[in-house]
Structures are given as structure tokens and as C-alpha cells.
């Protein structure tokens, strides 16, 4: 953004609200969780109506992804299924799972930080958010901070390994595809 007068706009950038999903990809971090977190914005009055970090070990839950709590979180506050109203952030690219999730949800603009080689679908292995044959589907922007997405994903992996990431992991390698 080249207008620095435009401090207000800035608090509604894709950076501050990615920054949000990053604070909750850190609790999952020190829980030992892999680290993605995602947030839910209210489109309309710039309120985050979700906030939530994956916590599948935590739950013993599959379908416990950041995008998914963040979704039934919302759906919760709304007292409804449709997001329509939403914009969803999170710091790697959906899973399949998630994907399906988002567009059952008509959620209709999604945000992500580093994209998942391994098992993204928004354009990595699968084209599910890109895809036009759905009835819907949404508005993607990826690689928002995805750098800092990213090297939080590899540090916890490496950790986990007491070696170095391995080609392939989530977060190594930057960027959106397509
Ligand atoms: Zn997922």
C-alpha cells in the first residue's frame, strides 16, 4: 500500500488478519501441534468472528484442521451453515478436507500464507477452490506472509526430526501457484 495516510485501510490489509491466523499457528506451535491457525472475518464490520489453530493431536480428531474449528466457530456465531458474508484466512493452503469444507460453507473469499505441496487444494495436488465446476466457488489470494508461515511449519518439523525438513513438507517451499 503506497498511501501512507491510509493507516485505517492498513489494519484491513490481508497481512494484519494473516498475522492473526499466524498468533493462533504459534499456540498450535507450542502445543506441539502442527502449526497452522486460521481466522473468520465478518466482510461487512471488519470483526473476526473465529479464531482457531489445528488441534488434531489435542482432539484425537482427523478433521480437527485450523480451517474446519474456524468454520464450525463461525457457523456457531452466525447460527447458520452459509458464510457468505466471510472471509477466511489461514497460513498454508487447505487441505482437501478443508476445501470441500469452504465450499460447502459458500464462504466467499479465502486467504493463504505458503502453499502445501504435499497436499494443497487450491492448485498444489488438487484444483478444489479453483475449481469452476463447483457451484461455488471462492475468491483465492495465496502467499500472504507466507514466508513467516512457512519457516514456522519447517522449524516445527525440523525440530520434530532433529534433522532438516524434508522436501515436500508444508512450508518448503513460498510463494501461490497458478
Ligand atoms: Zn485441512
Redesign the pocket.
Known amino acids: 500500500m503506497s498511501d501512507e495516510s491510509s493507516a485505517f485501510m492498513e489494519d484491513l490489509s490481508p497481512e494484519h488478519f494473516m498475522g492473526e491466523a499466524l498468533k493462533e499457528a504459534r499456540r498450535a506451535y507450542e502445543v506441539e501441534e502442527v502449526p497452522v491457525g486460521a481466522v473468520i472475518l465478518d466482510a461487512a464490520t471488519g470483526r473476526l468472528v473465529a479464531r482457531a489453530h489445528n488441534q488434531r493431536e489435542l482432539l484425537r480428531d482427523p478433521t480437527a484442521?485450523a480451517?474446519?474449528l474456524a468454520i464450525t466457530q463461525a457457523a456457531d456465531y452466525y447460527k447458520s451453515w452459509r458464510l457468505t458474508g466471510c472471509v477466511l484466512y489461514v497460513t498454508l493452503e487447505?487441505?482437501l478436507?478443508?476445501a470441500g469444507a469452504i465450499v460447502q460453507a459458500r464462504i466467499p473469499e479465502v486467504v493463504y500464507g505458503a502453499v502445501d505441496p504435499k497436499a494443497g487444494a487450491h492448485c498444489s495436488v488438487f484444483e478444489v477452490l479453483a475449481n469452476s465446476a463447483n457451484n461455488h466457488f471462492p475468491r483465492v489470494q495465496g502467499g500472504i506472509l507466507a514466508d513467516e508461515s512457512a519457516e514456522l511449519l519447517r522449524s516445527f518439523f525440523r525440530e520434530r526430526r532433529g534433522g532438516e525438513g524434508k522436501k515436500g513438507d508444508p512450508g518448503s517451499s513460498n510463494g501461490a501457484c497458478g
Request: negative net charge.
Open positions: 484442521h480451517e474446519i487447505p487441505c478436507m478443508c
